[in-house]
């Protein structure tokens, strides 16, 4: 994963963004893969009669961004994204290995891919990229659901391509880029 002066640049503040409400790791490895940052969100809230025993209501909601920098995106950097949100972070971050997840009163769980692009995307990358879709729901959403969401910063054009769930992220890449001299 090499990097530019201007990609870690980018990085750094992208990951600032996200450092007040998400544990962050930089250099991360997760679940076999490395990636350039890892920034990890959890939100609880519980509604109580009187004593927290008597719970009415609970919900949880989590998100984990992985973050990689490549010299220039590809179809095979967007594949090998979505497979591991859908087919490894999912299954294990989510769910772990189970069939529903784990935590108890889950609402919903955000997996989402960055990639920080030095040079302009192949055209390929930028189509697969905005096509891409991912959404689970367990038992009929009693227990939650997770979506995955994808987004891509292009350094030299300083253009932001982004999945149809990713169009908040676009929003806050865009700022950035907007920013950056």
């Not at 960055?114 to 905005?130: G, K, N, Q, T």
């Not at 009693?142 to 891509?152: D, E």
Request: one cysteine or more; aromatic letters at 12%.
């Amino acid at each position: 994963m090499a990097e530019s002066a201007r990609s870690a640049a980018f990085l750094e503040r992208l990951l600032d963004l996200y450092r007040a409400q998400f544990d962050i790791e930089q250099n991360a490895e997760k679940l076999g893969e490395r990636f350039d940052g890892y920034c990890r969100y959890a939100y609880e809230r519980e509604k109580y009669v009187l004593l927290r025993k008597a719970k009415l209501w609970g919900m949880r909601n989590f998100e984990h961004v992985f973050i990689r920098i490549v010299p220039r995106l590809t179809a095979g950097d967007v594949s090998a994204m979505g497979s591991f949100l859908s087919e490894r972070a999912e299954p294990e971050l989510v769910r772990g290995g189970g069939k529903y997840p784990t935590v108890e009163d889950h609402m919903f769980t955000a997996l989402t891919g960055v990639f920080i692009s030095e040079a302009p995307p192949e055209p390929a990358a930028l189509e697969a990229l905005s096509k891409w879709q991912f959404e689970k729901s367990y038992l009929f959403s009693l227990k939650g659901y997770s979506q995955g969401r994808m987004a891509a910063a292009d350094l030299e054009d300083r253009t932001v391509t982004a999945s149809k769930a990713g169009r908040e992220l676009k929003a806050s890449l865009e700022k950035l880029l907007a920013g950056q001299s």
